[in-house]
Antibody, heavy 118, light 106 residues
Framework: EVQLVESGGGLIQPGGSLRLSCAAS????????MNWVRQAPGKGLEWVSI???????YYADSVKGRFTISRDNAKDSLYLQMNSLRDEDTAVYYC????????????WGQGTLVTVSS | DIQMTQSPSTLSASVGDRVAITCRAS??????LAWYQQKPGKAPKLLIY???SLQIGVPSRFSGSGSGTEFILSISSLQPDDFATYYC????????FGQGTKVEIK
């Protein structure tokens, strides 16, 4: 059974840093493109970042230069390093898998809440 | 960047109604479009991929159509479980979501 479990969320002050993790199981993690998606309270879905099997990465303009996506295929894990956090980064952060070779998001984690506030 | 625009933002309907949600892309995305359903406090669920292909396990009352820049998600006979928010997403170039359409009880 495919499972994605996020962790690492919490309350952080503006300007601070946080690292989110997503533990994957039930599939060959290294073969799949992975994404981070966020949802601010009461708002819609916003795509944040993507990492390809080969390691290429891309970001939404709203987080470019502040967030870094990475993966450890040996640990079946996805990460999101978030620096210089702002109030507007407050959201539930989901990791999401694409089917091989690529496609829509067929599996999602349960999400982890990041609250940026002083 | 490709922008996705959904309409309407809110749709009021009754059980048994046929409903349609439109999604427009700012440039052609061929058929690289998906539809998701999201309920409060839950992760989104994939309904449709490649514009018109039904994800395994999704009821056949859901259907998708379109290509290029205009797409439609249809629900043939709205059921109580279908009251939720629906999002389109392009996956031709990076990834982008529409702003969502909330289907509420009339």
């Amino acid at each position: 059974e495919v499972q994605l479990v996020e962790s690492g969320g919490g309350l952080i002050q503006p300007g601070g840093s946080l690292r989110l993790s997503c533990a994957a199981s039930g599939f060959t993690f290294s073969s799949h493109i992975m994404n981070w998606v966020r949802q601010a309270p009461g708002k819609g879905l916003e795509w944040v970042s993507i990492i390809y099997s080969g390691g290429s990465t891309y970001y939404a303009d709203s987080v470019k230069g502040r967030f870094t996506i990475s993966r450890d295929n040996a640990k079946d894990s996805l990460y999101l390093q978030m620096n210089s956090l702002r109030d507007e980064d407050t959201a539930v952060y989901y990791c999401a898998r694409e089917p091989s070779p690529y496609g829509p998001f067929d599996y999602w984690g349960q999400g982890t809440l990041v609250t940026v506030s002083s | 960047d490709i922008q996705m625009t959904q309409s309407p933002s809110t749709l009021s309907a009754s059980v048994g109604d046929r409903v349609a949600i439109t999604c427009r892309a700012s440039q052609s995305i061929s058929s690289w479009l998906a539809w998701y359903q999201q309920k409060p406090g839950k992760a989104p669920k994939l309904l449709i991929y490649e514009a018109s292909s039904l994800q395994i396990g999704v009821p056949s009352r859901f259907s998708g159509s379109g290509s290029g820049t205009e797409f439609i998600l249809s629900i043939s006979s709205l059921q109580p479980d279908d009251f939720a928010t629906y999002y389109c997403q392009q996956y031709k170039n990076y990834r982008t979501f529409g702003q969502g359409t909330k289907v509420e009880i009339k």
